[in-house]
């Protein structure tokens, strides 16, 4: 690892832990947001940004998806499954609206529902983050640590998202409704979201890779409920330890395997937020639910690839 990546996955690390730190110390939960270190991944550390999206709207789309997330778990009536399936709608037509690929959005609308965050706490934390990164961003492009990045739109194929999402969000559905059912929510733990849009895009760059990205998820999971049950419930450290020793194991896992994938990055914080029954199964259950959004997402790649091969996206 170069000097420039020490640096930039450095100040990843420490925009993580210091989130946490804040959330400790103001003893407000909301403000812990697991996908904070996805964004840093794909914003910080990564040569290249992997989504389509004008820096100076990311923080703008993240929060409305937050917000949106906020209004559907105070007062959807609809069960949690077909909730999230909503949530997850609302968020896929927003990003075709406004030409882009920001998929954590994805994340960002279902954890209120799946947690049952109500606290308005939460989108406003999700805006002040989300600005910093923006910030973080520009100076490490500045000081020559990251190439400068031209915003590209993306044009959606509409006759292919048609085919695309509907799988996409039957998939996540059906995982909350078992995950619910079965006491095992983590099996639709809300970056599997992302992992499973990602990775089905028939031009997905990281397709190719997707054994060592699954490899890469599920050792942060295990990083990350090892973290939280080692480091607090046994021992009564402070989160802010956890995310610390998470974050750091994170960022060293995917030099060695040479494959940072954002989603991945988010299941190492989301044990910081779980009820401590939840911590030893954890990593089995994003085990599972990573199985099966692999599955799912090469099967709509192939057949993507099969049914509209005459037709590109952009």
């Given at each position: ?172 559905m059906a995982l909350v409704a078992v995950g619910v059912t079965m006491g095992v929510p983590c099996v639709a733990a809300p970056p599997l979201a992302v992992l499973l849009s990602e990775l089905s895009f028939k031009e997905s760059p990281a397709a190719p890779h997707s054994l060592r990205i699954w490899i890469v998820t599920v050792c942060c999971a295990i990083i990350g409920a090892g973290a939280r049950w080692v480091l607090c419930i046994r021992f009564g450290l402070p989160l802010t330890v956890a ?72």
């Open positions: 690892m170069g000097k420039p990546d020490f640096i930039k996955n450095s100040m990843a690390v420490i925009f993580g832990t210091l989130m946490v730190l804040a959330s400790e110390l103001l003893r407000t939960p909301a403000i812990l947001f697991p996908e904070i270190l996805a964004l840093l991944t794909g914003m910080w550390v990564m040569p290249r940004m992997p989504w389509r999206v004008d820096r100076m709207h990311l923080p703008a789309l993240m929060t409305l998806c937050a917000v949106w997330g906020v209004i559907l778990s105070r007062w959807s009536p609809l069960p949690t499954a077909l909730t999230v399936g909503v949530a997850f709608l609302g968020a896929a037509l927003l990003l075709m609206a406004v030409r882009s690929t920001l998929l954590p959005v994805l994340s960002a609308c279902i954890l209120p529902i799946l947690l049952e965050e109500q606290s308005w706490i939460y989108p406003a934390a999700v805006l002040v983050m989300t600005v910093l990164l923006v910030l973080g961003q520009m100076l490490l492009e500045r000081f020559g640590l990251r190439n400068s990045q031209t915003y590209e739109t993306w044009r959606w194929n509409v006759r292919e998202e048609i085919f695309r999402w509907p799988i996409a969000i039957s998939t996540i995310a610390l020793i998470a974050a750091v194991m994170a960022m060293v896992i995917f030099a060695l395997l040479r494959r940072p994938f954002p989603p991945s990055a988010a299941l190492a914080f989301l044990p910081l937020l779980l009820p401590e029954s939840l911590i030893p199964t954890y990593p089995l259950q994003v085990f599972i639910g990573t199985t099966v959004c692999l599955v799912v997402a090469t099967f709509l790649r192939w057949s993507s690839q099969e049914a509209f091969a005459a037709h590109p996206t952009h």
